[in-house]
Every structure is written in C-alpha cells, then in structure tokens.
C-alpha cells in the first residue's frame, strides 16, 4: 500500500492574515529550509554574551528519518550535460528512445510529434508498454513496449487521430487501460487499452463531459473519475458512471460534477492561501454542451460546462494523481500543488513557488507522476531553457531528477517509471532546434539509475 505523504506537517496551514513577508519566512519554516540560528542572525542585532548568561551546548539537529520503501533516491545532478544534452543524476545515464517522425527502435513505426502525457504499463511478461499522447493534430496516442530488460521490442498507435485530436493530458485506470484527454472546446476523454496495436478499442467516455480536457485520475475503489481543466478560470470535475462496476470497467455515462469549495474565489486565489476548505459538489446540467471549437465563451451556442454552475475555479488545470484517498493536482497559471481528500471532503494547497520567492527551485507545474513512497513528481512547462522534473519530497524538500539544457520553448512531459523502477522515461514535447515550433519536432527520453530505495 503507497505510503501517503504528510504535507500537513511539512506545510502547517495559516490561520489568520500575514504580511508577505512573514508569509515568505513561514513558508520556509514550514518545508524546514531555514534554520533558527540563521533566522535570529538576519535580525541585524548582536550583543556580547554576560558574564551571568548560561553557557548552552550547542543544539543538535534531529537526525533525518530513514527512507520509506518506494522512496525516491535522487543523487545531485552532474555539473555538465551528458551526450544527450540533458543534466542528469551523478551515476545515471541516459538514452533517446523515440524521435518525432523517425523509426522507434528496430521497428517501421514512426513516432509521433509533440509528445505530451505519458504513463507506464505492465506486461505479464516481465515487459512494460509506454504510452504517450500527441498533443498535435490529427492527435491521438502511441505506445512503446519494453521486454523486462528494457529493451525496445515494439511500437504501434494505440488512440487513433483519426478518432482523436490534441491529445494533452492523460491518466491511467485501477483496470489497466489510459485516459487520453483532448484540450480543444469539444474535446472529449478517450479509453485506450495499451496492449492494443489496433487501436480500434479505444472508446470515448462521453459522461466526462465536453471541455478542454487536460488529464484525468480514477478512484479505484468507487471507480469514480477526477477531472482538470486547461482554462484560466477552468473547473475541477468529478464524474461518477452510472454502472461503476460493469465487469470491472465503468459505463460512459453518468453524473457530471465540479467542485465547490467552502471559501470565496477571492480567499481562494489570495497569495499564501492554503485551506483547509471544505468542498461539497454541484452538478453540471449539460455536460455535452454544443460548443465552436476554439471561439469565446459568449459566442458559444451553449453555455460551456465550467460556467453551468456556481463552482470554485482554478488557474489552468494541469497533471492530477489518485494515492491513498487523496486526489493531487496542479495548476499552471498560479503555480499550485492541490490535495483534494476524498473521505474528508477537504481542499488545501500543499505548494505553492509563492513561498520560495524569488528564485523557487521548481516554478512552473504541469504533468505528475506519484511514486509508492510519496514523492510527487511535477514536470515543468515554461520558455526558459533550464525546463526540470522536480519531486516534491514527503518532507515538504524539494529534488531535480532531470534538467533539459538549451531546449528553448519546449517542455518536461510525460513523466512516468517503468514497473522495476530502474527507468524514468519523459519527453521535450518540442525538442532542442524548434524554437518552440509545434507540429515538427518532439524527442522522448529514459535515465537508468537506481532511483528508489529497496
């Protein structure tokens, strides 16, 4: 059983308001980056010990607590980029697996451009299949199976584009298949079976509703879905199937619900803000709603689904992650890590760049990826050309698993490890040499190392 992550002890919650600087100082406090002394010393004020003052030994620091299983070891990264042009854990290696339009390994399948979304997938074999969604038109999902040594044996499309367009964010199911998000007005969740060469499995889930779509999480016990949206005042969903248990497999169709938080939006989007907040959820009358792909909200023949009821929105819905009855997600536009528990209801914030300011180690967040001992682990998306995957440690610390170097306009996407744990595969969504272009370019990547403990 993953071992949830105690962020209420790492980020202790404000309970009244505070100034921006004593919001900075507490944030730092509350992830154990500054240290007492170093606090008392940047007061400016020193004074000569008395003769009468006792003399203190000095205070050791509690030791550290020892790894969890499935815990992220991550060394520092090498000083100078290896012959991928990627920074890199000392001791690690890397390797391109996949080139946009270039054969994938020994095989005649090409791969996709603008690689986005991505996860792993077992095989009874001892082997793993890698998915990646195409964030491109005409879209759709392309998969690579491993053999258990790591070795590239096959490649095939999974999520045809003819079906499918703009492929961004995804998720996987407690059964085993993935979920393909569009990111267009009328885009739709589409369920793929990564096994399948055909791709003529795939089937869109339309109780999801109609919008644009980022990624998607499945409680495994209620076979209920949580949903992002990629909009600056986007809606966070849940859809719970009318047939949750059809053979194992949900129906498509059902109740579609967005979030209604206990607090204002004002409350909500102030800087320092953490919850907390009690959440209840309001149904979405038309989840299907007639939409002009791509056209304002008021030109739109039907109302769009995240303006159909009074709900609390977010600032561009990104990655999202079921583990352990907590729903983790994040939001592009204000650089937010979100914890929904499921059993009590409740929303709070659990990172914010915010309270590292003015130089966060990780500030931009996009696509997620949990591991069993709790590290989440957030990609980035930004134009600078030092794009991370950064993992945000159960103690709150933060650690770079990867840095691409001169890769302008790009982004960190489609983080996920194979099944043994000796490879972390992502993509450039648009490569070194694009300039940013989409539609030309896309490489994907995996680093071998040993990166969990036993």
Not at 320 to 333: A, H, L
Request: proline share 10%; hydrophobic share 40%; glycine share 12%.
């Amino acid at each position: 059983m993953p071992v949830r992550p105690n962020f209420r002890r790492a980020l202790p919650l404000l309970r009244r308001r505070l100034s921006r600087r004593e919001l900075l100082r507490r944030g730092f406090l509350g992830l154990g980056l500054v240290g007492v002394g170093g606090a008392l010393s940047a007061c400016g004020i020193s004074k000569p010990p008395l003769l009468d003052d006792p003399v203190l030994p000095p205070v050791e620091p509690p030791p550290p607590p020892p790894p969890v299983p499935g815990q992220l070891l991550i060394p520092p990264l090498a000083s100078a980029p290896d012959e991928n042009g990627l920074l890199i854990p000392q001791g690690f290696k890397s390797r391109v697996i996949a080139q946009a339009y270039q054969p994938v390994g020994g095989t005649n399948f090409l791969w996709h451009s603008d690689p986005d979304a991505g996860a792993v997938f077992a095989a009874d074999d001892g082997g793993w299949v890698y998915v990646s969604n195409r964030e491109f038109l005409p879209g759709g999902a392309d998969a690579i199976r491993f053999d258990a040594d790591g070795e590239i044996v096959d490649a095939y499309n999974v999520l045809p584009g003819l079906l499918s367009r703009l492929n961004c964010g995804g998720g996987v199911t407690p059964w085993g298949t993935w979920l393909s998000g569009e990111e267009t007005d009328i885009g739709l969740i589409w369920e793929c079976d990564p096994f399948d060469a055909t791709g003529l499995s795939a089937r869109a889930i339309t109780g999801c509703g109609s919008f644009t779509h980022e990624a998607a999480a499945v409680d495994p016990t209620t076979h209920i879905f949580y949903l992002t949206e990629d909009m600056s005042d986007s809606a966070f969903y849940r859809f719970i199937p009318a047939e949750p248990n059809l053979g194992g497999v949900p129906g498509t169709t059902g109740v579609l619900q967005a979030l209604v938080a206990a607090a204002s939006q004002e409350q909500i989007d102030a800087d320092g803000a953490r919850g907390p907040w009690a959440v209840s959820w309001v149904d979405i009358p038309n989840p299907n709603p007639l939409q002009i792909p791509e056209a304002p909200a008021e030109l739109q023949p039907q109302t769009p689904t995240r303006l159909q009821a009074e709900c609390t929105h977010f600032d561009g819905g990104e990655g999202i992650w079921w583990q352990d009855g907590v729903v983790y997600f994040t939001s592009k536009g204000d650089r937010r890590v979100w914890a929904h528990d499921i059993a009590a209801q409740t929303l709070e914030v659990i990172y914010d760049d915010f309270f590292f300011a003015p130089d966060p180690i990780l500030d931009s967040v996009d696509n997620i990826v949990m591991t069993p001992g709790g590290d989440i682990v957030i990609v980035e998306d930004k134009e600078e050309a030092n794009q991370q995957a950064v993992a945000i440690r159960p103690d709150g610390s933060l650690a770079v698993l990867v840095q691409l170097v001169g890769q302008e306009g790009s982004e960190v996407t489609g983080p996920a490890f194979s099944p043994d744990g000796r490879y972390f595969y992502f993509s450039s969504q648009r490569g070194p040499g694009a300039g940013g272009t989409t539609g030309l370019a896309g490489i994907t990547y995996c680093i071998e190392g040993p990166w969990f403990t036993p």
